[in-house]
Nanobody
Framework: QVHLVESGGGSVQSGGSLRLSCAAS????????MAWFRQAPGKEREGVAG???????WYPDSMKGQFTISEDKVKNTLYLQMNRLKPEDTAMYYC???????????????????WGQGTQVTVSS
């Protein structure tokens, strides 16, 4: 059973930066995907960034250059560096994981079985 715990959320002014962390444990398969999603009130959960255990990454076109996903395999921790934050980036951010070699849609919530509890990010103007 994969266990995920996010941290690093908080309040920041527009234009600022935050780095989210996701401590992961319980992987039993060498190949996996991990990803960050976010959900704002009244909106659907959307993919922000994804990464495969082999290092490949995915981003929605709208978020390329603003968000960077990375993984520290020694610390078993996933990161999301968020720069140039805007009020519309305000949301609950979730870490997700799936132990499979291939996911057809790595930024789709339904592809993932394991989720963290979320960490709130609030960006003020």
């Amino acid at each position: 059973q994969v266990h995920l715990v996010e941290s690093g959320g908080g309040s920041v002014q527009s234009g600022g930066s935050l780095r989210l962390s996701c401590a992961a444990s319980g992987f039993t398969y060498r190949f996996y995907y991990m990803a960050w999603f976010r959900q704002a009130p009244g909106k659907e959960r959307e993919g922000v960034a994804g990464i495969h255990s082999d290092g490949r990454t995915w981003y929605p076109d709208s978020m390329k250059g603003q968000f960077t996903i990375s993984e520290d395999k020694v610390k078993n921790t996933l990161y999301l560096q968020m720069n140039r934050l805007k009020p519309e980036d305000t949301a609950m951010y979730y870490c997700a994981a799936e132990e499979r070699w291939f996911l057809r849609l790595p930024l789709t919530p339904g592809e993932y079985n394991y989720w963290g509890q979320g960490t709130q990010v609030t960006v003020s103007s």
